[in-house]
């Protein structure tokens, strides 16, 4: 339900595009649209498939059912009231309420599976992305810290923001989904070598502690911070190419029925990802990366390219492969197919102003539109999605 509304809202942004109704400010709509996106949809999605699979004991699920319905009042606490104020003390109020909870989720997580016989391949990408978590926490702090100096809208300002988005993006998200998907690996019996799977795991992991220096590259920086960046970004494609040799190259042949919505889901998600690690190798090139950070729909096409092609799709495909949701049901498949071509098609136009700078090409007419009615087929993709969900016998999961 919360990736529709997540749809919804994003459909309503690209309406007042063509249609300039006057309903709710732009800018604070964008904010609402967001959070909600990230701290809502996606959040909820790695917090429900964690405690899943890591906490099997009814008695420890209960601190997390209670520890979930609170921070659902945070998320939904923030979806109104940014959409209402923007940036103001109740929307703060509910961040810094989701803040704290997330660092009860991390503690109470680190606490029930330190009692594991042994350390897997997926728990490692788990404990990696709980770091992350926490890594990314410090941003909205040291925001509170700039804006007491008074340096809000200053460089520094935005360079705070955009710690928190990396290590939100680029940390928690994708190394929770790929320790997810690892332990969906595991559970079918498949071994890994470990001499691969440990230079995956430590390529990926130290090279995006250096990759937020790529968020950086739209500011006057020393040069060794551009060198940074291009090594950093180089490195997430070699570690992606150790994690590809575990994930297909593996004799116990998990995702070999192409035909399969799971392992077409799966597929998808590491497409996506293959994609997000070449665009930021592209973007840290001297002059070639320059699109990136003049034209806003390119940003918020990469931004897309992450929550949507990598967590959404990545996420839906693994409650599928777990029984969670019926991807038998011809609407879920029917929904996801909608969802995924318009999402295809939508980053297309998204990435278009990048080669209209660099090829110093024409723009599109009637973008607006274009963007309007790909953003209602997503819509109605999740729509479809979620009636082919609730077709499903419920079952039991933490939190839900």
């Known amino acids: 339900m919360y990736l529709v509304i997540v749809a919804a809202i994003g459909t309503f942004l690209r309406m007042k595009f063509v249609y ?17 996106a990230i701290l809502g949809w996606l959040y909820n999605a790695l917090y429900i498939a964690i405690v899943y699979i890591y906490v099997k004991d009814t008695a420890k699920q209960k601190k997390y059912n209670i520890l ?6 945070s998320i939904v606490g923030m979806l109104f009231t940014f959409a209402w104020q923007g940036y103001a ?14 660092y009860a989720f991390i503690f109470f997580v680190l606490k029930d599976i330190a009692v594991a016989k042994h350390e897997t391949l997926s728990l490692r990408f788990i404990y ?8 990314s926490s410090l941003g909205p702090w040291g925001l509170v810290v700039v804006m007491l100096q008074g340096s809000s809208g200053t460089d520094l300002y935005k360079q705070v923001i955009y710690f928190y988005l990396h290590f939100q993006y680029n940390g928690w998200f994708i190394f929770a989904l790929i320790g997810l998907w690892l332990k969906y690996f595991e559970s079918k019996g498949a071994k890994f070598n470990e001499k691969s799977a440990s230079a995956a795991f430590n390529i990926l992991f130290y090279s995006n ?15 060794f911070i551009y060198w940074l960046a291009i090594v950093s970004a180089f490195a997430q494609l070699v570690g992606l190419r150790y994690l590809y040799k575990l994930l297909f190259a ?3 042949k998990v995702f070999h029925d192409k035909k399969n919505i799971v392992h077409q889901l799966f597929r998808f998600s590491f497409l996506a990802l293959f994609v997000k690690y070449l665009m930021q190798l592209i973007s840290a090139l001297p002059g070639i990366g320059d699109a990136a950070f003049l034209s806003r729909e390119v940003t918020i096409g990469f931004i897309h ?6 967590i959404s799709a990545g996420m839906l495909g693994w409650f599928a492969g777990f029984d969670l949701i019926n991807s038998a049901n ?6 996801i197919y909608l969802f995924l071509a318009s999402f295809v098609l939508s980053e297309v136009l998204l990435f278009y102003p990048a080669i209209v700078i660099w090829f110093k090409i024409s723009g599109i007419s009637n973008y607006a539109v274009y963007m309007f009615v790909l953003s209602c087929g997503m819509l109605a993709g999740t729509i479809v999605v979620f009636i082919g969900c609730l077709s499903y016998p419920r079952r039991r999961v933490s939190g839900n």
């Open 20 to 36: 300039p109704v006057e309903l709710f400010n732009f800018e604070n709509t964008l904010h609402s649209h967001s959070h909600f």
């Open 68 to 73: 979930f319905w609170i921070t659902q009042v």
């Open 89 to 102: 003390a109740y929307s703060i109020t509910f961040s810094t309420m989701h803040i704290f909870c997330s």
């Open 128 to 135: 990696g992305a709980l770091f992350f978590l926490f890594l």
């Open 209 to 223: 502690v250096a990759a937020y220096t790529l968020s950086l590259l739209g500011f006057k920086l020393p040069a």
């Open 250 to 252: 593996n004799e116990v």
């Open 305 to 310: 390219l992450v929550m949507i092609g990598v």
């Open 330 to 335: 011809k609407w879920f498949k029917y929904g």
